[in-house]
C-alpha cells in the first residue's frame, strides 16, 4: 500500500458522511483522477469493498478500513519504511540481521535488498556510515557518534507526523527505563535554577535512552568525539553533571565513560536553560555580553523592518536564552526537531519569514547554519509575542446600547466584556439612541428592536439567557471582521494587482517564474535590480511552497512600490517538495506593510476554499482573476 493510499484512508476515516472526490483531491493535494484510481486500488486490497462510493460522494467501511490498515502496516511496503526497519533491527535490536532471512521477512528478491543497501549508503551518507555486507549478515559500519545520530534521526523521521512522546519511546526502547529517564530529568533539570520546555525535555529523554541503550550494550563513544569541553568546565554545570552521570549509573548499573559523561554535558548544554526572571545582568551573564547586544540589535531591526515591537520583558527574557542554546546546537552541527514546522510555515508565513530573518542575521554574525526545525522554535517566540500584543489591537471597538435597569446593563457588560474578551473592547455604554457617539466604531450591542439600528452595523441581543447566544453573537463578530478584511482588499486590490504582472505559464520552472517576474517588476519600476537576489535567498533559506500554492519573496521590505505578481499554472510548477498551480511573487513598501498584512491574509485564506481553487485553474485573463477575487471574499 502506497503512502498516500494510507493517508486516503486516514482522512476518510475522519469523515462521518459522504466526501466528494475534489474535496479528498483538495485535501491530498491529488488530481480528482488519481483519488479515484486510488480508491479503486485500495478496494482490490480486501475481499470486501472498503470504499463505497454513491451520488453523494466516498464513504469509508470503518471496521473494513483499519483492519486493512493493521494488515499492511505491519510489512513494510517501500524502500524507505524498509531502510527504517533495517537500521532498527540493527540499532536498536542490536541484531546482525541475516540477508536472505529479512528477504524472507520483508517479501521481497535478493536483488532487491541488495539494491536498498546501496540507496541507503546514498541516503544515509552524511551521517559518515556505510552499511555492509560479511557472511550474509548486515553491518552499519562507522563511528559510534554517528550511529546514534542516524538512530535519533530515524525515530523523528518515523514519527513526523506526531509528536515524540514517552509512550513512543516506551514502545520504541525499554518502557520502565524510559521511564527512569524521564524520571531522572524532572528531578536535576527541572528544578532550581534550570528551566526545560516540552520540546527539549522529549529530546533529552530520547538521546538518553539511546546513550544508556547503546552503552548497556557494550558500545561506547570512541575519543575523537568534539563538543562542548566538560572538563575545562569548573561551575556548578559540571557538578551537577556528575552528579546525573553518577544517578544513571547507579539505576541503569553501567559505567559511563568520560566521553559519555561529556556527551552528557552537551545535551545538558544544547537543551537547557537557566531560570532567569527579568534581571539583565544575571541574565548577561548566563548568555554573555554579545549575544545580549546581538539580539538587542536584531530586535531593532525587526522594528524598522517590520513596525513590530519585541522590546518587552515577555519576550527577550526566554528568546535570548534559547538563542544562547540555539548557538551552542548550531556550533556542534545539532538542531533540535520541531514538529510544528510544517504547520508553522503554512499558517504563519510572515511571522516564519521574521524567524528566517533572525536565522539569516544569526548564520552571518556567528558564521553557523540553522535548520527549518530551529527557525520555527525562533517562530513561535516571536508569534507567542505578537499574539499577546495583538489582544488589544485587533478587536472591534463596540457600543452596547442598553437601558438602566435593575443593573441589568452591567451584567450583559461584564458578560460580553469576559465571554468575548479576545475580539471585542465595550468602548461606551449608553441608554438612548442620541447617546450614540459620532466617531467610528465597528458594532452597536443593543437589546432594544428599533429601525435606528439600521444606521449601523448592528446586533440585536435579549437581555436574558445571554449564555444561550454565544454562538449567535460569535457569528456577528466574526462577520464583521471578515468586512472589513474584504473592504481592505476592494480598497486596495488595484493598487497591489495589475495585468502587467499576471501570467499563464505552462512549462515554466520555478527559478523562471522568479526570474520572470522579478525581471517585470524592475522594467515597471516597482523594485531595485537587488530584489530578485534577495528572493532567491528567501527561497534558498526555506521553500515558500504551501500545499498548491507558492509564495515567493523577500524578507527585506523595500521595494519601490508595494505589487503581486501572479503565476497560474494548469499543469503544475515544481517547487520545493511540491507541484504548485498558482504563484503570488509579493514586494512590499514598509509604507505599506501594516495594511497590506492584512489584505495578504484575506487573500491567502481563499486558497483553503477548493471550489475558488478549481474556479481558479481556468481562469484565462486577468479580469476573470479579479472578478473571482471579489465574488469569493
Known sequence: MKDIQKQLITYLLKQNKPVSASEVAHQLKISVRTVKTYIKNTNLLSDREVILSSNKGY?????EARNLLLEQSSIPQFYSERAIYII????????????FDLCNQLYISYSTLKNDLGKMNTTFKKFNLRFATQHDRIHIIGAEKDK?????????????????????????FNADY????SKIIRSFFLD?????????????????????????????????????????????????ITRVSSTI???????????????IYTLFKTNVNYRVKNDYRKLASVVGEGIMLTTNRIIMEIAELYSIDLNNDNFIVPFVLHIKSLITRASLNKANKNPLLDNIKKDCPFIYDMAIFISLRLSEIYKIQISEDEIAFIAIHIGTEIDRQKANTDKLKCI???????????????????????????DRIVTTYDQIPDYPFDLLITVMDNPQNTLYPYLCISPLQLEHQTREIYNKIHEIQDRKKRRLVFDNFENYFSPSLFYIEEDITREEVIDKLCGEMERLGVVTSHFKRTVFERELASSTSFGNTAIPHSVHMNALQTSIGVVISRKGIVWGSNTVNFVLLIAINKLDK???????????SLFDNEEFIEMLKKAATFQEFENLVFSYL
Do not use: W
Not at 533491527?89 to 540477508?99: G, T
Not at 523523528?156 to 520504541?172: A, R, W
Not at 524510559?178 to 529517564?181: S, T, Y
Open 59 to 63: 464513504l469509508i467501511d470503518k471496521t
Open 88 to 99: 532498527k533491527k540493527i540499532l536498536v535490536e542490536h541484531q546482525e540481521p541475516d540477508i
Open 148 to 172: 546514534r545520530s542516524l538512530l535519533s534521526s530515524v525515530i523523528f523521521e518515523e514519527t513526523s507526523s506526531k509528536i515524540v512522546d514517552i509512550k513512543t519511546l516506551g514502545e520504541l
Open 178 to 181: 524510559v521511564a527512569k529517564i
Open 192 to 240: 532550581g535554577d534550570y528551566f526545560i520546555n516540552d520540546f527539549a525535555f522529549m529530546n533529552l529523554v530520547l538521546h538518553f535512552a539511546i546513550l544508556i541503550d547503546r552503552v548497556t550494550k557494550g558500545n561506547y563513544l570512541d575519543s575523537s568525539i568534539t563538543g562542548t569541553d566538560y572538563f575545562a568546565d569548573e561551575t556548578e554545570d559540571a557538578e551537577l
Open 249 to 263: 549509573e547507579q539505576e541503569f548499573n553501567i559505567r559511563l565513560s568520560v566521553n559519555e559523561r561529556s556527551a
Open 400 to 426: 452596547l446600547l442598553c437601558p438602566t435597569y435593575l443593573e441589568i446593563e452591567k451584567k450583559i457588560y461584564n458578560y460580553l466584556s469576559i465571554t468575548f474578551s479576545e475580539n471585542i473592547t465595550i
Open 594 to 604: 501594516q495594511r497590506f498584512l492584512s489584505i495578504y491574509n484575506a487573500i491567502l
